[in-house]
């Protein structure tokens, strides 16, 4: 059972939008189980489409297109179906009942576009769009299935979930679950995660293991294929008990999991409190620790000073220690993370300071030259690190450095 | 002169990632005036990647691959592009340099598996990663070439710049250029430019309008396909000048300018400073108004007072506003705005209270409840807002309007 999506539009084509279609369908065909072994995107032309759909059912099982069954000239997936299938577009009386209630429900007058939209091909099935007027078509040729859905993600998604997926497992029978686990670790980079896990990212189907890096987290991801999801969580337990020996401190987290996430959670079981005085990350790791939903019940307060003068007047750095140090030093961020922690009066007290770029770096401090600090009762550490990349991949990593900071140390 | 794009992963025909790589090619391919027909994914399988590589090159003149290139097993495409093209791998000494020295300036041992990645098909060359360690790699057959780049973004995006964009204008000489201009709008809603500038949504090419709404932001994308730049750009002006007289006011900005940069230009011309006190966006708007390089003339404290005693004891709201009003209302947002800016002696204090969800809602207080106020001399603003959508859209609406609202009210 093979698949295969053919994303159509010039708008792709030309950059304008960002195909999150065709991630947000593979993903759904591989917990359906469906094999996925080619996507493409073709614009709003007849002939290539043609080509493309014909490649498409020479290879695969189920074709999945995506995109032009809008009202207007540039919209030409039904037609150009009908020709490459040999079905012509003939009037379907569900679909013209379906866009009807769709404009009766919003008081709206139907257009003549509108009605062009019930033709599709001959003995082709009409799927309903709930959220917008272009319905979505199904049609079978032998053993093989073409399925049509609308452009618009907030169209797309509920009719693949309400009219395609049960159509899949019911014409394609019972096939093999895919179930994912995705283990999320920080603090390693991933030569050092592969390194660890080498002989696992080599095992062979049905059980694999794959290797993603992000902006300073490396995500290891169990794919177990299998009859039924018990069986497939069985063997991804037995993986991820290896990984969680071998990686152990580095994980913060399992597949939804962010990284605020996993540090809210545990200091909501520390029964702890947490203030933050950051300047260069400019107000990004108090943005991301209140990203998560009960961040009040631990997140006091966050301080973004950016001055000099603020950073002596509400945070209690001390004048020496800037004229001394400079404001992006060791120094300057334990100050900062000791002073806003005693002004504050909370469990955890985190400074930051640095030189996010693009300018403002001398040979002795450079662009990406970041010093993360963290005061708790008993003692406080710092860390320097030395980043790359733009502003905000500067400002990214820190917040990465600082929360992972968080996480180690309580 | 056409172009096609092979985008390289089983991650993406998994769905785990959304396939930014194209998009942002695609537009720079559009830039150069070179034609993109085709774009298409491929796992990580020789076999199919081969083919994939095979039906390109036989149909486009530039075939781009992205990712792939890393140093770990699972990265064929160096050895499948060798393969499909009867070029052996060969150690590139200048690649292998590129990578020593990138490891040496983050003192950084080298492993074996990053040596792997100087290895290159025979008389390709490679193109220098700044920002990671797998090297490009431009192969050119007879009058076609292939170009290799690494698949993360951070790295693609500036080789892409520096080492390719420059190699495909001059290999391919003189082309049509596309050249485009972004028009930037805020505060109306789509269905409103819409209409405002219908008429020219239907030009016919050389010269198009697109529409693209984005969270709170609507943008008219003008397009024009001339022999140079010049004429290109006339055609623009023209289009560009009938937009501006219809939405006017609600224009922030053009092409890569952003809200927050828009917002800081305007404090820097006026020579005003600016202290933020936000409570629901939790350190956002701190953080977009420093994304703008040189924010620290006239971004001076950002203040996260997210709990009532640090409202009332740091920014000065009085505690009977709180116990009248609660903590999301009107009142409150005024005195955030009032007393930041008291407190720190500047010129704008801006105020940001509400619910940004999923609970704390209440039938009078829903989720999504938002006050925005601004403080300045001779007087304040507030708003009232209602989003809807996760956190994270609360949280990213408000800071839109509160960028919006510092926009018109200097």
């Known amino acids: 059972m093979k698949a295969e999506i053919i994303s159509i539009g010039t708008e792709l084509l030309l950059g304008h939008v960002v195909n999150t279609n065709a991630a947000y369908l593979a993903g759904k065909l591989a917990c359906l189980g ?35 069954l809008g009202p207007t000239v540039d919209d030409i997936t039904a037609a150009t179906v009908a020709k ?7 009037l379907n ?31 082709a099935r009409p799927i309903r769009n709930r959220l917008g007027t ?3 078509i199904i049609i079978e040729i032998r053993d093989k299935s073409i399925i049509c859905l609308p452009g618009p993600p907030r169209e797309l998604c509920p009719m693949f979930e309400e009219g395609v997926a049960p159509y899949i497992a019911k014409r394609f029978g019972r096939l093999d679950l895919l179930v994912t686990r995705t283990i999320k670790t920080v603090g390693m980079p991933e030569a050092g995660v592969n390194r660890a896990v080498r002989d696992l990212l080599e095992l062979p189907p049905p059980t694999t293991v794959g290797i993603y890096a992000k902006l300073r987290e490396v995500h290891l991801v169990i794919m177990a294929k299998a009859a039924t999801r018990k069986l497939a969580l069985r063997s991804i337990a037995g993986i991820e008990k290896k990984i969680r020996r071998r990686l152990g401190g580095i994980i913060f987290g399992y597949d939804d999991d962010t990284l605020e996430g996993a540090v809210g959670a545990i200091l909501i079981k520390k029964k702890m409190t947490i203030a933050v005085a950051e300047s260069c990350t400019g107000g990004l790791i108090s943005s991301r620790l209140t990203d998560v939903s009960g961040s009040s019940k631990y997140f006091i307060r966050g301080a973004v ?29 334990l100050e900062l993370a000791r002073g806003i922690r005693t002004v504050m ?12 770029g693009p300018d403002g770096g001398t040979a002795k ?23 790359s990349g733009s502003r905000q991949d500067v400002k990214w990593h820190s917040s990465q450095a600082a929360l992972d900071m968080i996480r180690r140390n309580i």
Chains 1, 2 share one sequence.
């Not at 996507?39 to 032009?68: F, Y």
């Not at 490459?84 to 003939?90: D, I, K, M, W």
């Not at 009066?345 to 996010?356: E, K, M, N, Q, Y």
């Open 305 to 333: 000073p950016y001055s000099n003068d603020v950073k002596v007047k509400y945070v209690g750095v001390s004048r020496d220690s800037l004229k001394k140090y400079g404001a992006v030093s060791r120094q300057v961020a």
């Open 134 to 136: 272009a319905p979505g």
């Open 365 to 387: 401090k450079p662009v990406g030259l970041v010093y993360v600090a963290l005061a708790k009762e008993g003692g406080s550490v710092v860390k320097e690190f030395r980043f």
């Open 345 to 356: 009066d909370v469990d955890i007290g985190l400074g930051v300071t640095g030189i996010a």
């Open 34 to 68: 469906v094999d996925l072994y080619h996507q493409s995107t073709v614009g709003d032309n007849p002939r290539r489409l043609s080509e493309s759909i014909r490649t498409a059912l020479g290879r695969s099982d189920l074709v999945i297109l995506t995109g032009g």
């Open 93 to 123: 009386h569900s679909a013209l009942n379906g866009i009807r209630s769709f404009f009766k429900s919003r008081k709206m007058r139907i257009s003549a576009g509108n009605e062009r939209q019930a033709y599709i091909p001959q003995l």
């Open 84 to 90: 490459a299938t040999g079905r012509p577009l003939v």
